[in-house]
């Protein structure tokens, strides 16, 4: 059914959503930023789902934005990378907007568009050895359509401390920031701990309460959306976008290099 992804739904209505790209340390291609979305929607719609666990293959969550993908749309013209970005912020959205509880279960690294995608999870544990970073930075780009997510998820100020600096951090700043909500060795056993208690819920209140919850806790509204996809197409025209890009697939050094 999908080529980068790998879904199992058990007896009890649990979804296990895997990103399957472990060679590329799932990193979001533009094919699974279309089969997530398409996910999220068939997700939405089956009844027999209670909730959904969203990971990764290979011991890593996922690296962000596949380069080469990237790569492709600062070559492009404005059309196609307004579509491309487009396409991302409305995969966000739809996990975002999930009408079932989703549990992010966390291991190896989560950078760029892996933290977005944590963002977007009602809840998130991860392994104590897992690293965080919001990394766009350092390769002249900026963390646009996972905004939003990142700062509701964080808030303003300690999002600020993470956001510009590509500075990686871990498990246990992860917490501290908001992210993470637990930290564990037997992964699986906490997020089982997290899946347990929706089994006993009715599961249209629980989708009742979640759009409950994002209408009064101030979901990203459409205009702020808007402003992340344009932001990151116009980061993509920038030189420095193709500079560290091109510096990362080449392993050398962009001229900001120190």
């Keep these: 059914m999908y080529d980068t992804l790998k879904l199992d739904i058990d007896a009890r209505g649990v979804a296990t959503l895997v990103l399957n790209r472990p060679e590329k340390r799932n990193a979001m291609s533009g094919q699974?930023?279309?089969?997530?979305?398409?996910?999220?929607?068939?997700?939405?719609?089956d009844e027999s789902v209670r909730?959904?666990?969203l990971t990764g293959a290979g011991g890593s969550f996922?690296?962000?934005?596949?380069?080469?993908w990237m790569?492709?749309?600062i070559g492009a013209d404005d059309a196609t990378r307004a579509a491309e970005a487009g396409k991302l912020a409305a995969m966000l959205g739809a996990l975002n907007r999930l009408p079932k509880p989703v549990i992010g279960r966390i291991e190896g690294s989560a950078f760029g568009g892996g933290v977005g995608l944590a963002s977007v999870c009602d809840v998130a544990v991860c392994a104590p050895g897992a690293k965080f970073g919001l990394t766009e930075t350092r390769l002249g780009l900026i963390p646009a359509t996972i905004g939003p997510y990142v700062l509701a998820r964080m808030g303003e100020g300690a999002a600020r401390r993470v956001f510009m600096s590509s500075r990686v951090f871990g498990a246990q700043e992860a917490q501290a920031l908001g992210l993470i909500a637990k930290i564990g060795e037997e992964l699986d056993a906490l997020v089982e701990a997290e899946v347990v208690p929706y089994l006993s819920c009715a599961p249209g209140a629980v989708a009742e309460a979640k759009a409950l919850a994002l209408q009064?806790?101030?979901?990203?509204?459409?205009?702020?959306v808007a402003v992340s996809i344009q932001a990151l197409v116009t980061r993509w025209?920038?030189?420095e976008a193709g500079e560290g890009v091109d510096a990362f697939l080449s392993k050398g050094k962009a001229g900001w290099m120190t």
């Design 32 to 45: 699974m930023i279309a089969e997530l979305h398409a996910a999220a929607d068939a997700l939405a719609a």
């Design 51 to 53: 909730l959904v666990v």
């Design 62 to 68: 996922c690296a962000g934005g596949d380069l080469n």
């Design 71 to 73: 790569k492709a749309q």
């Design 216 to 224: 009064l806790g101030g979901a990203p509204s459409a205009a702020e």
């Design 237 to 239: 025209q920038s030189e």
